[in-house]
């Protein structure tokens, strides 16, 4: 690329933000780099910056990356995204590509499939893996995409699932997404309803069913 690559990334685990940006940079030149750890962050530094890339994970520390995607595709709709994560492609992937991101990775995939999303990512191209193709595809024939209980949940009731998940009281989750007490508890009722679960037990033996990651 002529235009000097400047790529936001947002990760909380320092051991994996260097290990991309050295691997990154051995394949494809040396790009300039500007990190955070936290979604708070995020938006000040897309308002500041002129950023060619963003990567970004799933889930940082203090916030789960859907509660400000929509902030970012709204201030920056122009950037590629590249979604780098341990979050279940199954269950994000699909919810992702509807919110118009270039690629989505999973941390435990090969170097060889990382480089060759980043070879269509930093060339401005589409990348997601032949099975999330396949899960895109069936979601839009109709198919047993459908049939996880898990995609019946809102944006919301989903980053409520997800601070559960990591055994964060209803206190801890309302302080994190700024929002009542009572309001995290009708969320929470509504994800066991939804999901016909009685307990965090059963709620966490389901996540494992369908793959689901919190971290």
Same mark, same amino acid.
Do not use: C
């Given at each position: 690329?002529?235009?000097?690559?400047?790529?936001?990334?947002?990760?909380?685990?320092?051991?994996?933000?260097?290990?991309?940006?050295?691997?990154?940079?051995?394949?494809?030149?040396?790009?300039?780099?500007?990190?955070? *750890?936290?979604?708070?962050?995020?938006?000040?530094?897309?308002?500041?910056?002129?950023?060619?890339?963003?990567?970004?994970?799933?889930?940082?520390?203090?916030?789960?990356? /859907?509660?400000?995607?929509?902030?970012?595709?709204?201030?920056?709709?122009? /950037?590629? /995204?590249?979604?780098?994560? !341990?979050?279940?492609?199954?269950?994000?992937?699909?919810? !992702?590509?509807?919110?118009?991101?270039?690629?989505?990775?999973? #941390?435990?995939?090969?170097? +060889?499939?990382?480089?060759?999303?980043?070879?269509?990512?930093?060339?401005?191209?589409?990348?997601? %893996? +032949?099975?999330?193709? *396949?899960?895109?595809?069936?979601?839009?024939?109709?198919?047993?995409?459908?049939?996880?209980?898990?995609?019946?949940?809102?944006?919301? +009731?989903?980053?409520?699932?997800?601070?559960?998940?990591?055994?964060? %009281?209803?206190?801890?989750? %309302?302080? #994190?997404? *700024?929002?009542?007490?009572?309001?995290?508890?009708?969320?929470?009722?509504?994800?066991?309803?939804?999901?016909?679960?009685?307990?965090?037990?059963?709620?966490?033996? !389901?996540?494992?069913?369908?793959?689901?990651?919190?971290?």
């Amino acid at each position: 690329m002529s235009l000097k690559r400047k790529i936001l990334l947002a990760d909380d685990h320092v051991i994996i933000r260097r290990g991309l940006k050295v691997l990154i940079d051995n394949y494809f030149g040396t790009s300039e780099w500007i990190e955070t *750890d936290n979604t708070k962050n995020i938006i000040e530094l897309i308002k500041s910056n002129n950023f060619t890339h963003m990567v970004l994970d799933m889930q940082l520390y203090d916030a789960n990356i /859907i509660d400000i995607i929509t902030q970012v595709k709204e201030l920056k709709p122009e /950037i590629p /995204i590249l979604i780098y994560t !341990m979050s279940s492609e199954d269950i994000f992937g699909p919810r !992702m590509y509807n919110f118009g991101i270039s690629a989505f990775v999973s #941390k435990q995939s090969s170097e +060889e499939e990382v480089i060759k999303a980043f070879n269509q990512f930093l060339d401005n191209k589409l990348y997601f %893996s +032949e099975h999330l193709q *396949d899960l895109l595809n069936n979601q839009n024939n109709n198919s047993k995409n459908h049939k996880n209980p898990l995609n019946s949940l809102s944006e919301r +009731e989903f980053a409520v699932l997800g601070y559960l998940l990591q055994g964060d %009281s209803i206190k801890d989750i %309302s302080d #994190k997404l *700024d929002l009542k007490p009572t309001t995290i508890a009708t969320y929470k009722g509504r994800i066991f309803d939804k999901l016909r679960v009685n307990n965090l037990i059963d709620l966490r033996n !389901m996540a494992d069913v369908y793959n689901y990651k919190s971290n």
